[in-house]
């Protein structure tokens, strides 16, 4: 399947690029008919304007055959000058005076234009035919060889072109070996997608040039081009094969190895101080779970978050979070005044293992329900009733909700309204505001203001700088704040050295 998409991926990139190729050489090839057209009928006009100098000789005398003869050489797209009567030539410059006049009555087309009778392909004589155009007792003969060098192009790449007056109703000229297609392919008689037109046009002459080709296979005909193509295409589908054959195989020794971190109790947690702003005292911190796979090393909760949810471990990891953090946490959290956020999914908290599992391990390790706060945003799939339910439940317990991510669209004031929630953390994207011209910068004003007269906890997540930090401290002293400004998520251990007597 990877090798046949692969072989129609550059396929089509080929005839991309052929069609482009192609393309360009058609509107040149046009353009260089149109030119020599041009100079055509301009050669054809300066000789007609000479015609009254021939007027002055005997027609077809010695003198008067010179005199054309004399005036026909510097033109090399005109074959020959005639004098004509009653649609005979009966001499010219080049087979000076016929024996027997020649008869215009047997050609391909005849067309008038423009004051002149043409016609194409005319009899000369056996074999010879001639594009003629005549007026009163004045013909001009074209040269066989005024479009020779674009029947090269058209032999080699198989192009085609016919030359008209702009209103299609009159074809002089045609060059290739498939004409009759362009001019039914012109005319509305025949559809084809793969055929390629253009047409260009000089409204001064009443002149227009269409050309045309069938957009070929690359490789048609080409042993060599069809090969390359093939191998490529063998490489390339191989190549992707592999990558994603490793990929699922990666994903899945991945997922594996979480279930079995998850059973094993392989995943460890960090913990980020949370300090309030007025006088850097330590009031809570914020559990981060990692993963330190023995043979992969270190994995970020940005691979295996996103791998649990895809795979319905997300539950798994949240009931591990509950039962190892609060364990871990116990002995601190009986000891200091602070708390334990922890991060929960709307259907962790709507669901009633969850509730049991929560409530079951906070009497076991003797933690009060006042030293835990569960983080939620706004992203969840949950009815909100169901989430209010659920909230009023665990509230009930005695523990704390915060509403994470605010200022992000995940989380706003329309919660704040529904939910009532003890803590909100503001996004790390407004606290990035604080200090330079970013559009959030004239959001935070209006919030400071509004979190003043609020009673619940503001936290400011991601404050890593001075500038933000006092910005806060003149602003909103009452805040707190999370961030390397404070501190790097340490270990439990490290928590500890944090908290007054440096030990738990």
């Known amino acids: 399947m990877t090798l046949a998409l692969s072989f129609l991926f550059f396929y089509g990139v080929a005839q991309i690029i052929s069609y482009a190729y192609v393309h360009e050489k058609l ?39 010179h005199s054309l003869r004399k005036r026909l050489w ?8 005639s004098y004509i009567k009653d649609d005979r030539v009966i001499c010219s410059a080049l087979w000076g005076k016929f024996t027997v006049p020649l008869l215009l009555n047997v050609f391909r087309n005849k067309v008038e234009r423009s004051g002149y009778t043409w016609v194409f392909d005319a009899m000369i004589e056996e074999g010879i035919t001639a594009d003629i155009l005549y007026t009163d007792n004045f013909a001009i003969t074209v040269s066989p060889f005024a479009f020779q060098r674009f029947w090269e192009d058209a032999d080699k790449m198989n192009f ?18 498939d004409v009759n297609r362009l001019e039914a392919i012109e005319h509305g008689r025949e559809k084809s997608l793969s055929f390629i037109l253009i047409r260009t046009c000089n409204s001064v002459n009443d002149i227009c040039v269409i050309v045309g ?12 081009a069809l090969f390359f193509l093939l191998s490529i ?25 979480l279930e079995y971190a998850i059973d094993h109790r392989k995943l460890h947690f960090v913990y980020q101080p949370i300090y309030r702003v007025k006088d ?36 798994k990891i949240g009931l591990y979070v509950v039962e190892n953090a609060i364990k871990e946490c116990a002995p601190i959290l009986q000891k200091h005044a602070i708390t334990l956020s922890i991060n929960v999914s ?35 799939s949950a009815s909100i009733e169901e989430i209010k339910q659920s909230v009023e439940f665990y509230q009930s317990q005695g523990i704390l909700f915060a509403l994470d991510d605010f200022g992000t669209g995940y989380s706003n004031l329309s919660w704040l309204s529904l939910i009532d929630v003890d803590e909100i953390k503001i996004d790390k994207s407004l606290t990035d505001s604080i200090g330079t011209e970013s559009i959030n910068k004239h959001i935070l ?24 930090y006092l910005f806060l401290k003149e602003n909103l002293p009452e805040c707190c704040a999370q961030g390397w400004y404070f501190s790097r998520a340490v270990a439990l251990t490290g928590i500890a050295a944090l908290l007054p007597g440096g030990n738990a």
């Not at 510097?74 to 000058?81: A, E, F, G, Q, V």
């Not at 008209?164 to 070996?177: A, L, V, Y």
């Open 27 to 65: 509107e040149r090839y046009a353009e260089s008919i149109l030119m020599r057209s041009n100079s055509l009928i301009s050669q054809v006009k300066e000789i007609d304007d000479l015609r009254n100098e021939f007027a002055i000789y005997t027609p077809c005398s010695d003198q008067y055959l």
């Open 74 to 81: 510097p033109y090399p797209l005109i074959k020959d000058i």
């Open 160 to 177: 085609n072109a016919v030359v008209g007056d702009t209103k299609h109703e009159s074809h002089f000229f045609r060059i290739g070996k």
């Open 213 to 224: 080709t069938q957009l070929p296979f690359f490789f048609y005909g080409n042993f060599y």
């Open 233 to 257: 295409s063998l490489v390339i589908g191989l190549l992707v094969s592999a990558l994603i054959i490793n990929n699922l195989e990666r994903n899945q020794s991945l997922l594996s190895r």
């Open 280 to 315: 850097n005292s330590l009031i809570g911190i914020e559990a981060l779970i990692r993963w330190n796979d023995d043979k992969v090393g270190s994995i970020g909760p940005d691979i295996f978050i996103p791998l649990a949810e895809q795979n319905g471990l997300i539950n």
């Open 346 to 380: 709307c259907s962790d908290i709507c669901s009633e293992l969850f509730r049991q599992t929560l409530v079951n391990t906070m009497q076991k390790e003797g933690v009060s329900g006042g030293s835990l706060m569960l983080e939620i945003t706004e992203r969840q």
């Open 445 to 468: 004003p209006g919030l400071i203001g509004m979190f003043r007269n609020m009673p619940r906890i503001v936290v400011f997540e991601g404050v890593e700088n001075e500038l933000q």
